[in-house]
């Protein structure tokens, strides 16, 4: 490589440095445009995500009511009373 080849290639190493923080504010303005654009989506999918983990909740608290209430039948079928905690 020639010396003027040389010079050149570390002149535009240069002129890259001085770009490095306007190039770093125009990502950092693309990114928070782009977050503004994706925020009603982001949102959506929580509504959603809340609204799925408020069936699952309802979901377990319904089967254990059932199987309570099944309990409950069966011993009211089978004539039992409950064990006393104290020995006679």
């Not at 445009?33 to 925020?39: C, D, E, K, T």
Request: hydrophobic content about 35%; some cysteine.
């Amino acid at each position: 490589m020639s010396d003027d080849a040389h010079v050149q290639l570390s002149n535009s190493v240069i002129s890259l440095d001085g770009l490095a923080t306007p190039v770093t504010k125009l990502i950092e303005k693309l990114s928070d445009g782009i977050g503004v654009l994706y925020r009603p989506h982001q949102i959506k999918n929580l509504a959603e995500a809340e609204v799925e983990a408020a069936k699952i909740k309802v979901r377990g608290t319904q089967a254990t009511e059932g199987f309570l209430e099944y309990c409950v039948e069966h011993w009211q079928r089978q004539g039992c009373r409950p064990a006393s905690p104290f020995p006679h």
